[in-house]
């Protein structure tokens, strides 16, 4: 019996230089990140690591990509779910979220987000 299972960072924390704006990439700003990932299973993995996805390895590849400075978040969110489909190929469904913290506009916002999505 097929059984989806799921792996995810909830709520990672970074600063980054990401920004259309030359003053974004300079100043930085606080971004918060989710990535989540499913596969298919049929039992437990004989608890061995490499039959599920390494979430400290998630952790690497957001880091990794958000130290890239970037104008927009698609592009960074692009990248993260190249390098998660690559390195584990058995996922069957990836999303990942960034949201931005503080918007450089004349209004109290909560933050803005992109969200990408794979599915197989």
């Known amino acids: 019996m097929p059984i989806t299972q799921r792996v995810a ?13 030359p003053e974004e990439q300079l100043i930085g700003n606080e971004f918060i ?6 596969m ?5 993995g004989g608890d061995d690591l490499k039959n599920t996805v390494n979430y400290e390895r998630l952790f690497e590849i957001a880091k990794s990509e958000m130290k890239q400075t970037r104008k927009l978040l698609e592009t960074v969110a692009h990248g993260i779910l190249r390098q998660v489909i690559v390195e584990f190929p058995f996922v069957t469904k990836a999303e990942v979220s960034i949201r931005k913290m503080c918007l450089p506009m004349g209004a109290e916002i909560k933050n803005s987000l992109i969200q990408l999505s794979y599915s197989k």
């Open 33 to 38: 990140l989710d990535l989540i990932t499913e």
């Open 9 to 21: 960072l909830e709520g990672v924390r970074f600063f980054a230089f990401h920004g259309f704006y």
């Open 40 to 44: 298919e299973v049929t039992d437990d």
